[in-house]
């Protein structure tokens, strides 16, 4: 990777400035985005790097690991604006997250009208949840928004015999919760066999308590018709 251009100059933005955060980013591209409030000079970029134009207020970029990136809320707006639906959403998710104030972004939203991608970036926006904590969650998020059923809550909170347990999603009244099973789930902090085994504790605490499961992953986003219909065969056995 090369951008001959000085730091003062330009800075890492969109999905590049998110993964440079250490945000996750959905489908992640080998290319590389700077943003630049001057228009740069023909061949003063390298082949997989794409340059954008935009104004860079000091305000909206920092060092982050020693390079110069555009601010937290900067770099959530642009990857709203640019990505798909649901990448946008897993990066606003990790940005209100880390910090980043919903009113914030609403202020930048503001200064954005007329703009392209800004009408995803209102969507997005309306429909971010801090609560998620993982990329999978958001997704999932997504998808069950589309759909017109009883929408569950978020990370909820069931107390068992051995504490307080957090569910993905769940219906509280119905007693089902919804988990995503993705890898990184149990990759984070602890070996995966004590994680697998802590959950499946968990878990059977909360079906003595008389709750069931449905348990998801990415292959299971991808049908949404019979993702709906097992949810739905879950309510109504919950009845």
């Known amino acids: 990777m090369a951008v001959r251009a000085s730091p003062s100059r330009y800075a890492y933005s969109h999905a590049t400035a998110a993964r440079l955060r250490g945000w996750a980013v959905l489908h992640p591209e080998p290319l590389i985005h700077v943003t630049s409030s001057a228009r740069p000079g023909q061949g003063q970029h390298a082949p997989d790097v794409v340059a954008h134009t935009a104004p860079l207020p000091a305000d909206q970029i920092e060092v982050v690991s020693g390079v110069v990136v555009t601010s937290a809320c ?21 940005a209100l997250r880390s910090g980043v104030r919903h009113q914030e972004v609403l202020d930048a939203t503001h200064q954005l009208v007329g703009h392209r991608g800004v009408v995803q970036l209102r969507r997005i926006l309306d429909g971010a949840d801090a609560r998620s904590e993982s990329p999978g969650e958001s997704c999932t998020r997504v998808v069950l928004g589309r759909m017109n059923i009883e929408q569950p809550t978020p990370q909820l909170e069931v107390w068992t015999a051995r504490g307080m347990r957090r569910l993905d999603f769940g219906w509280e009244a119905k007693k089902l919760a919804l988990e995503f099973d993705g890898s990184s789930k149990y990759f984070d902090f602890k070996p995966t066999a004590q994680a697998l085994v802590e959950e499946r504790q968990r878990e059977k605490l909360l079906m003595e308590q008389g709750w069931s499961f449905i348990r998801i992953s990415w292959r299971d986003l991808q049908d949404e018709s019979a993702l709906k219909q097992r949810i739905l065969a879950g309510l109504r056995r919950s009845r």
């Not at 959530?76 to 959403?89: E, H, I, K, P, Q």
């Open 74 to 94: 900067r770099t959530a707006v642009d990857c709203a604006r640019s990505l798909t639906f649901s990448g946008g959403m897993v990066v606003m998710d990790q």
